[in-house]
C-alpha cells in the first residue's frame, strides 16, 4: 500500500510564496511519474503540475506557468511544488498523486492520492 503525505499549505496574501510537499512510503509501481492536482469548493478537481520519474519531464497548467515549478527527489521519496507569486484564486486543497504512466496530466491515470493540503491566497 503507498502513501502520500501533502504538507506546508497554509494562509498567505496574494503575491506571496509557499512550497508543497509530497512524501511517499509504501511500495509502488517502478518509476511513477507524480503530479499535483487541486479542487476548488464547488469545482472539479484540476491538474496543476507533472512530473517524470527521473524529473526530466515536466508539465504545467496554463494558469499557474510562470508561477509553479514541480521537482522531486527519489532520495527523498519527495516531490515539491514551488508557489510564486499566489494569487486568490489559487485558493485550494492542493492533492498529490502517482501514476505508472511516465507523466500525464489525467486525473484518471493517477492510481495512489494524498490526503491534501489547505491553500488559501487572501486577496
Known amino acids: 500500500q503507498v502513501q502520500l503525505v501533502e504538507s506546508g499549505g497554509g494562509l498567505v496574501q496574494a503575491g506571496d510564496s509557499l512550497r508543497l510537499s509530497c512524501a511517499a512510503s509504501g511500495r509502488t509501481f517502478s518509476n511513477p511519474g507524480m503530479g499535483w492536482f487541486r479542487q476548488a469548493p464547488g469545482k472539479e478537481r484540476e491538474f496543476v503540475a507533472a512530473?517524470?520519474?527521473?524529473?526530466?519531464?515536466?508539465r504545467n497548467a496554463d494558469s499557474v506557468k510562470g508561477r509553479f515549478t514541480i521537482s522531486r527527489d527519489n532520495a527523498k521519496n519527495t516531490v515539491y511544488l514551488q508557489m510564486n507569486n499566489l494569487k486568490p484564486e489559487d485558493t485550494a486543497v492542493y492533492y498529490c498523486?502517482?501514476?505508472?504512466?511516465?507523466?500525464?496530466?489525467?486525473?484518471?491515470?493517477?492510481?495512489?492520492w494524498g490526503q491534501g493540503t489547505q491553500v488559501t491566497v487572501s486577496s
Open positions: 498523486a502517482a501514476t505508472p504512466l511516465g507523466i500525464t496530466t489525467l486525473t484518471a491515470a493517477y492510481n495512489y
Open positions: 512530473i517524470s520519474w527521473s524529473g526530466s519531464n515536466t
